[in-house]
Structures are given as structure tokens and as C-alpha cells.
Nanobody, 121 residues
Framework: QVQLVKSGGGLVQPGGSLRLSCAAS????????MRWYRQAPGKQRELVAA???????NYADSVKGRFTISRDNAKNTVHLQMDSLKAEDTAVYYC???????????????WGQGTQVTISS
């Protein structure tokens, strides 16, 4: 019932920028937090950035100062602005949301489709 739809991604040169967006739709009572993960070939999936409904943010050390996560609570949408991209940022990026579908239901994780981000000259 809950879906996460991503937009953005693509191929950019080192030093370039990309903006990823993820919109949650369906039966949603509240979204506790939205997060971006990424997974590069041969590596474990890692948390890139997270934001709570209250606006608190957290970033992986590798992206601090370069990536910015933001959220539009009214639209259930999260954005990841990626600047000063490096080759090491190449990965499949995933949107994740911790969602309550009803007032009394427990929260659970929902995952969006992965989007490929490639940084190469």
C-alpha cells in the first residue's frame, strides 16, 4: 500500500551535482524518518543521510559537507542534493522511509526502487 517513487540519478562528471527525490504515497498515517542508502559493487549497503519528521539530520562522514538531505513533510517527499561528487559516490541509491500506516500500527520500513548514480569522466 505504501510506495516510494524515486526520481533523479544518472551519470555526471567528478565535481558535478545531482539531486535525488523520493515521494511516499499510499496509506500513510505518519512518516517517522526518511533515509537514503547506497550500495556500491562489492560493498555493503551504507546509510548516506537521514532526516526525521522534526528536521533532525544525520550524514555519513564520507558525504558531510557535500550532500544535503531535506524533507517536505506535507508532500511526504525527501530530497538528496549531492554536490562535489566523487567517483567513490558511484552506487545504487535507495530511498527508505519508516512509516506508520495507522495510528495504532507499529512502524515499518519501506524501500523505494534503487537508482543508479555514476560519477565518471
Amino acid at each position: 500500500q505504501v510506495q516510494l517513487v524515486k526520481s533523479g540519478g544518472g551519470l555526471v562528471q567528478p565535481g558535478g551535482s545531482l539531486r535525488l527525490s523520493c515521494a511516499a504515497s499510499g496509506t500513510i498515517f505518519s512518516i517517522l524518518a526518511m533515509r537514503w542508502y547506497r550500495q556500491a559493487p562489492g560493498k555493503q549497503r551504507e546509510l548516506v543521510a537521514a532526516i526525521t519528521s522534526g528536521g533532525s539530520t544525520n550524514y555519513a562522514d564520507s558525504v558531510k559537507g557535500r550532500f544535503t538531505i531535506s524533507r517536505d513533510n506535507a508532500k511526504n517527499t525527501v530530497h538528496l542534493q549531492m554536490d562535489s561528487l566523487k567517483a567513490e559516490d558511484t552506487a545504487v541509491y535507495y530511498c527508505n522511509a519508516i512509516v506508520r500506516t495507522t495510528l495504532v500500527a507499529g512502524s515499518r520500513d519501506y524501500w523505494g526502487q534503487g537508482t543508479q548514480v555514476t560519477i565518471s569522466s
